[in-house]
């Protein structure tokens, strides 16, 4: 960006240099607009209602107390759903008449750069908020009754109102930073968390003072630094937890525990549990799926030739209660269900994959005859298998042509 701006008000303010014209408006919006964008610098307040604006493709929702900055480069849109509308005051003037609010080129310039990084929408405290109400009243009522010197009280607003808006923005800019600090205070704790770490420590660190750490920290998470150490720790724990060859003790001295004590207190606090139960419900899910996944495999192989639980009991060495539990609890079916499923999915890649009639597949599927493959074939599919078949014959078709 060019650093030559040489119009200012020190230089070119005198009574043979007017101001540029500026509109102040009362408006009632409630229709979505179609995109566009001016030639002129808008300051948009809502005094009322609820909507969204749409600028340079990101959509934003608006309300009572936002303030809109819209420059040349913002292509804008206001969207309402039904029942949505807004009362805006609106206040439009050339760039030209910002050369007027600054009597220094620096400042200026500082302010042109600002204004082509800002954030287009801030939200006005109550303070501020009463303050451009009365103000916006005032100036109407001036411009309505014809006042004499409005060159300079146009001047006062745009100087006030630009002021208004950075000073929220500036606010929004230090928010974002103490989030953005705050995110790498996080990720310093999980890096360090094995560590006897301080929130002293961290506050070195950032050059910062322990209460600075404090607040950031408390503001981005709601958490305070001790409360974090521990999730991160115990976070870590719990995923250590299913390596067998670790031991309890081990895995609290490894996180940063100096005593199993503190590692107890603050796992079971976290995790509702002990080390030792969590560890144990984790060992019992892997030999559910171990075992459902065995069950599984072993159907597949007997797809073509049924076989009952009590055969499978024997062959697997399991009892048939293990055997549904492990299947209820892995796929939510029992074995009879289960079963059923696997052989009507075959059947349905048979069907559609070979040339063989309806009862060809329910045969080979070992089905005893078609009604009851039909029967289970549309529990499964919502269809019966001729009409499923017709109906992928018909979407070869259409793919062909």
Do not use: W
């Amino acid at each position: 960006m060019t650093d030559n701006f040489p119009y200012i008000s020190g230089d070119y303010f005198s009574e043979k240099y007017q101001p540029f014209e500026l509109t102040l408006t009362n408006e009632t919006l409630f229709k979505t607009e179609k995109e566009h964008f001016r030639n002129e610098i808008e300051y948009i307040y809502v005094s009322d209602g609820l909507g969204s604006i749409e600028i340079n493709g990101a959509i934003v929702s608006i309300n009572k107390g936002d303030f809109i900055q819209l420059m040349p480069y913002h292509v804008h849109r206001f969207i309402f759903e039904k029942g949505e509308s807004i009362q805006i005051v609106k206040i439009r003037f050339s760039i030209g008449l910002l050369l007027y609010t600054s009597t220094n080129k620096k400042n200026y310039l500082k302010s042109i750069q600002s204004l082509e990084n800002s954030i287009p929408v801030v939200h006005l405290n109550e303070r501020f908020q009463r303050r451009l109400a009365f103000i916006f009243e005032e100036t109407i009522f001036d411009i309505n009754e014809g006042k004499k010197g409005l060159e300079t009280l146009y001047i006062s607003l745009i100087s006030f109102i630009s002021y208004a808006y950075y000073y929220h923005y500036n606010q929004l800019i230090e928010e974002k930073e103490k989030q953005h600090l705050g995110g790498r205070m996080l990720q310093y704790i999980q890096f360090h968390h094995q560590e006897q770490l301080t929130i002293n420590q961290v506050a070195d660190v950032f050059s910062l003072g322990p209460e600075e750490v404090k607040e950031i920290l408390y503001d981005l998470t709601r958490f305070s630094f001790t409360q974090l150490l521990n999730q991160v720790r115990i976070r870590n724990a719990v995923a250590l937890t299913q390596f067998n060859e670790l031991s309890i003790n081990q895995i609290g001295k490894i996180c940063g525990y100096q005593t199993d004590s503190a590692f107890y207190k603050q796992f079971k606090l976290l995790e509702n549990k002990t080390p030792e139960r969590y560890r144990q419900e984790i060992k019992g899910q892997e030999d559910i799926q171990s075992d459902a996944f065995e069950i599984f495999l072993f159907l597949m192989e007997y797809l073509c030739e049924p076989i009952t639980i009590n055969e499978l009991a024997k062959k697997l060495n399991f009892s048939e209660k293990k055997i549904n539990n492990r299947l209820k609890e892995a796929f939510n079916l029992n074995f009879h269900d289960f079963y059923t499923k696997l052989r009507i999915v075959a059947a349905r890649n048979l069907l559609i994959s070979m040339p063989l009639k309806v009862e060809e597949v329910a045969l080979k599927m070992g089905f005893q005859d078609r009604l009851t493959f039909s029967r289970n074939f549309k529990k499964v599919f919502g269809v019966t298998p001729s009409q499923y078949k017709k109906t992928k014959e018909e979407d070869e078709i259409l793919i062909f042509y």
